[in-house]
C-alpha cells in the first residue's frame, strides 16, 4: 500500500521531488488541481492572505477527485504561514497557525525565517501529539497539538481519527509518520544559526531562501544566480548542514546562462532533492533519475 504523503514514497526511492503553486483556495481548484503534473502542491501564506477557510475546501475537492494516478489519494499538499520562527516565544504565541493550518488535512509546513534552534524545537513540538514519545528528551519535549481537530483531516486523508493521531507526525523522526516540516534559513541571523538549527529532530527538508539572504547582505534583489561570493558561500554552508543531519535540499535555479535541463541536472547532480522550475524541468528531472512512479 503506498504511503499517504508521496513526496516521503518518493524521497524513501532516492528520487528528487518538484512542485508548482496551488492558485485559488476553492473546492472547484482542488478537483482540477488533483490532476497536477506535480508531486507536491505548496500555498504560500507568508505573503497572502491567511485562508484556512477556502484551504479546507481546496482539500475536499483534492480528496474527492482523486486518487491520483500514482495511487494517493491526494498530491502531497503543504503550507508557508505568516509568522516567523524567529523566537521560541513567537513561535508558541503563533503556534495556532500550525494546529489550524494541519487541520485542513495537509502534508507539510515549511516555516520562514527561522533564526533560532529553540524557536525550531517549538515549532516541531506544535506540529506533534502529546502521546508521541519519539525523540521526546533527547532534543524535544511533549508535542503541543490537541485533541478535537483530527476528524477532518483524518477523512481528507482516508483513514480513521485514531489512526489519524497515530501518522499524523513527523517523518523521518517516526518512521511511520507522515508529515513533513521544513525551515527556510534564509538570512543572516539565521545563516550563523544554520549547524544548530539543522540538528534539531523532526525537520525533514529546507531551503536557503535566496531573496532574503541576498537582502539581509545588502541586496534589494539577489534571488537568481550569478551568485556573489557571500551568497554562494551561504548556499553551501546551509546545505552542508541539511546534509549532515539529512535533511533534504530545496533548491531553484534560474540562471540564464543554462537551459531548464542544465539546471535541473546540475541541482541534481549536487543532491537537491526539491528541485525548483515548472513542468518542463520536472519531465527532465523525472527521466534523468530514472523515475518510476506514474505522475
Not at 476553492?26 to 482540477?32: I, L, P, R
Not at 521544513?182 to 531573496?211: M, Y
Not at 520536472?282 to 523515475?291: L, N, Q, T, V
Request: with cysteine; charged share 20%; glycine share 10%.
Amino acid at each position: 500500500m503506498p504511503r499517504i504523503n508521496r513526496v516521503i514514497e518518493l524521497w524513501e526511492q532516492g528520487q528528487p521531488v518538484y512542485h508548482e503553486g496551488i492558485g485559488e483556495l476553492s473546492y472547484d481548484n482542488g478537483t482540477k488541481m488533483s490532476d497536477t503534473w506535480a508531486d507536491y502542491l505548496l500555498t504560500d501564506f507568508e505573503h497572502a492572505p491567511f485562508d484556512m477557510v477556502g484551504l479546507r475546501a481546496f482539500m475536499q475537492g483534492l480528496a474527492d477527485a482523486g486518487p491520483t494516478r500514482s495511487g494517493h489519494r491526494t498530491p502531497t499538499v503543504m503550507v508557508t504561514l505568516p509568522s516567523n520562527c524567529r523566537t521560541r516565544e513567537e513561535m508558541w504565541a503563533n503556534s495556532w497557525q500550525v494546529r489550524h493550518a494541519l487541520s485542513t488535512g495537509v502534508h507539510g509546513i515549511l516555516h520562514t525565517h527561522t533564526r533560532q534552534p529553540d524557536a525550531v524545537q517549538a515549532f516541531v513540538e506544535s506540529t506533534r501529539y502529546p502521546f508521541q514519545s519519539i525523540g521526546v528528551g533527547k532534543g524535544l519535549l511533549q508535542g503541543q497539538r490537541g485533541a478535537g481537530g483530527q476528524q477532518f483531516p483524518a477523512q481528507i486523508w482516508g483513514v480513521d481519527p485514531v489512526t489519524y493521531t497515530k501518522i499524523a507526525d513527523p517523518w523521518p523522526l517516526n518512521p511511520e509518520g507522515e508529515i513533513i516540516l521544513g525551515l527556510k534559513i534564509e538570512d543572516r541571523e539565521c545563516l550563523a544559526n544554520c549547524d544548530e538549527i539543522a540538528a534539531i529532530p523532526g525537520i525533514s527538508f529546507g531551503e536557503w531562501g535566496p531573496g532574503d539572504m541576498g537582502m539581509s547582505f545588502g541586496n534589494g534583489d539577489a534571488h537568481d544566480p550569478p551568485y556573489a561570493p557571500e551568497m554562494e558561500a551561504a548556499r553551501q554552508r546551509i546545505k552542508a548542514a541539511y546534509d549532515r543531519n539529512n535533511i533534504k535540499f530545496l533548491c531553484g535555479w534560474n540562471d540564464p546562462k543554462l537551459t531548464i535541463e542544465e539546471a535541473t541536472k546540475k541541482l541534481i547532480d549536487e543532491g537537491t532533492m526539491i528541485v525548483g522550475g515548472n513542468e518542463q524541468a520536472a519531465k527532465f528531472g523525472r527521466e534523468y533519475s530514472e523515475r518510476t512512479m506514474p505522475v
